[in-house]
């Protein structure tokens, strides 16, 4: 479950502490929250993951979902899930500036991640 703590500097959760809380969860390796235009606004990585890098390719998936949802007659991209060998990114539009890229291994509950993102979408969108 997404557990956003407010901290003694802070009383009311910031997206600092949002990117923080979904670090946290079980195989994600890469929280990125950037603008549509591909500039970051805030990241933790794991490893070697560059998230200045992530951001800036992260507008092009979602453009290209953007365009599928459009053509299928489907509305506005929400969130798309792309599975690789070894783990799912993870794009979701967060307002209409702003996107958030969760990078996870396959080992994560894909499932309840996407389950709190769609659940706490209202309140994410709120700090950013």
Same mark, same amino acid.
């Given at each position: 479950?997404?557990?956003?703590?407010?901290?003694?500097?802070?009383?009311?959760?910031?997206i600092h502490?949002?990117?923080?809380?979904?670090?946290? %969860?079980?195989?994600?390796?890469?929280?990125? #929250?950037? =603008?549509?235009?591909? $500039? &970051?606004?805030?990241?933790?990585?794991?490893? @070697?993951?560059?998230?200045?890098?992530?951001?800036?390719?992260?507008?092009?998936i979602a453009?290209?979902?953007?365009?599928?949802?459009?053509?299928?007659?489907?509305?506005?991209?929400?969130?798309?899930?792309?599975?690789?060998? %070894?783990?799912?990114?993870?794009?979701?539009? #967060?307002? =209409?500036?702003?996107? $958030? &890229?969760?990078?996870?291994?396959?080992?994560? @509950?894909?499932?309840?991640?996407?389950?709190?993102?769609?659940?706490?979408?209202?309140?994410?969108?709120?700090?950013?």
């Open positions: 479950m997404l557990r956003l703590e407010p901290t003694a500097e802070s009383p009311l959760p910031t502490d949002l990117v923080r809380a979904l670090a946290q %969860r079980e195989g994600v390796e890469a929280v990125v #929250i950037l =603008g549509r235009d591909g $500039l &970051l606004i805030d990241t933790r990585t794991a490893g @070697n993951l560059d998230g200045e890098h992530l951001a800036a390719l992260s507008p092009a453009s290209a979902a953007e365009a599928l949802g459009q053509a299928a007659g489907h509305g506005s991209f929400v969130t798309t899930v792309v599975e690789y060998e %070894r783990g799912h990114a993870i794009v979701s539009a #967060i307002s =209409g500036d702003a996107l $958030l &890229l969760l990078v996870v291994h396959d080992s994560a @509950n894909l499932g309840a991640l996407l389950f709190d993102l769609r659940r706490h979408r209202a309140n994410i969108a709120s700090l950013v």
